[in-house]
């Protein structure tokens, strides 16, 4: 997979070397199972038509630049990791655009003749509720106008498990509510952070990412895994700690070593610092969820 990174405006030399594809969008956040169903639909299309498999994503969250709602600055899959899933996915090329205020105060029908015509997009794929341009004013019926049948618009539906919209929203409130046995339902795996474990016997320490969206805090059962080690075992995620670093206590085996390239996969809560193990509450289906 090539990574291409994008600031505002385009350099005309990265639109003249874009290759022929079909180009999902979407910031992709957690890349869940609404994501990947945004993916493999694109996929498919790509297959069908013989062109390159692209991904458009953003280097920010646009809550950061966009006055509106809560400000994003903590992902369930920072940038690198993000990366990694979608090479595992099968995406040939991926975008990684700049949002800037500049970014933001382009107007829709501008950034789809900048941004994906000017990528030589053949077709494009989003989910329903994608917006882009100025105050968000393009959606997916507006894309179908803006292409002016230069390239072709498939809208993914709303993807729904157990009553629920599929969402990051949905993510970072099962996380931020210490529910992360449930996340495997809408994630399609358990929540990870990449990182490197450090350390010898029955306690290690994980660093990883301070950008990782963390779970509140509270005791958690996880597993520490790399590809020569797995071990279950207790984490602490103390109400002041230090930013990506976290200690885990093996239950049974021994590390007899740093992992460089190592996992910390969260799979059940314990208790919180009251041990309470129902600081969590209320139906998640009262709530509002969106992307």
Known sequence: ?????IKHPIAPSIQENSQSCVLALGFFDGVHLGHQKIISTAKKIAKD????LAAMTFAQHPSSVIPKGPTITRFI????????????LGVDILYVVDFTKELAQVPHQEFVDQYLCGLNSKHVVAGFDYKYGFKGKGDMNQLSVDSKDRFGVT???KFEKHEQKVSSTLLRTLISTGRVEEIPHYLGKSYEMAGKAEGKGKTCTFSFDPTYFMPIPGHYEVTVKSNLFQAKGMCEVPLLHCPG??????FEETLHGDLENAALQWNNFIADFEMDILHAQGD????EMSM
């Open 1 to 5: 997979m090539i990574t291409i990174p």
């Open 155 to 157: 809208t993914v539906s």
């Open 284 to 287: 998640l289906r009262e709530l």
């Open 77 to 88: 899959t920072p940038l690198s990791a993000k990366v990694k899933i979608f090479e595992q």
């Open 245 to 250: 670093e976290l200690t885990t206590t093996f």
């Open 49 to 52: 038509k013989g062109l390159k």
